[in-house]
């Protein structure tokens, strides 16, 4: 890769196949010097967060920073340097345009994640980025 790629989002939903992405990412960063942001999207608009009971909220953040832990530790492993983000939002267009905002060179995503929607070869969100994103998609399988 050449040396003008600073950055991969990596979105991380805490599934295997998430840690995939985050593995083939953090092997793609350590040859080309580049960092990672880890971006985990919780699907619920802000002004609906403020209607579910502090239980639900707090089981979603524990969620969030236990795969923002894995990925922070795995990236320190590896001296790659790691931006933990939280968003709110529909995963796969969050994600996308959360690339073209933050000026991405490329998102590594696993193939499935933990959505409960069931699609023969690819997530319906990898589905989604890796046909409405303007820069590279790489999805791990």
Known sequence: ???????????????????RGLDKAISLAKKSETEIIGLHVIEISPSEIKIIKIVLRNALNKNYKNSMKIAKKKCLQNKVPFIDVMEYGKEGERIVSFAAENKCDLIVMGARGLGSIKETFLGSTSNYVLHTSKIPVTIVK
Request: net charge positive; hydrophobic share 40%.
């Open 1 to 19: 890769m050449a040396n003008t790629v600073k950055r991969f989002l990596v979105p991380l939903d805490g599934s295997k196949n998430s840690m």
